[in-house]
């Protein structure tokens, strides 16, 4: 493999932190910039990491912030959201690429 190839290769994979990070509702970008520089550290990083999602008060279930019902439960939750637990996500949410 040519050294264009390694860096598309290097490039493409620097993508599974960010996508697990994506899922979790953390940065997608901040995983990705982590994942270029530190790969190997950015996928534990990203695996072990709480979500940022908050829960529903009724069922646990991870729901959207901006949900005002359930979609697991059906029960009304606006404004009962819990808060998440755990740190806080590592990179803050502006620089999120939602
Ligand atoms: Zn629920």
Not at 44 to 54: D, K, N, W, Y
Request: hydrophobic share 50%; proline share 9%.
């Amino acid at each position: 493999m040519n050294a264009a190839g390694w860096v598309v290769l290097w490039m493409a994979i620097a993508l599974v932190p960010a996508f697990i990070a994506r899922r979790k509702g953390l940065s997608f970008w901040g995983y990705y910039v982590f994942g270029l520089l530190l790969w190997i550290v950015a996928v534990p990083v990203a695996l072990l990491a709480p979500s940022a999602r908050p829960r529903c008060p009724d069922c646990a279930e991870v729901v959207q912030r901006e949900a005002r019902r359930c979609p697991h439960c059906r029960s009304e939750i606006q404004g009962r959201i819990l808060a998440h637990r755990g740190p806080r996500p590592m990179w803050p949410r502006r620089l999120s690429a939602q």
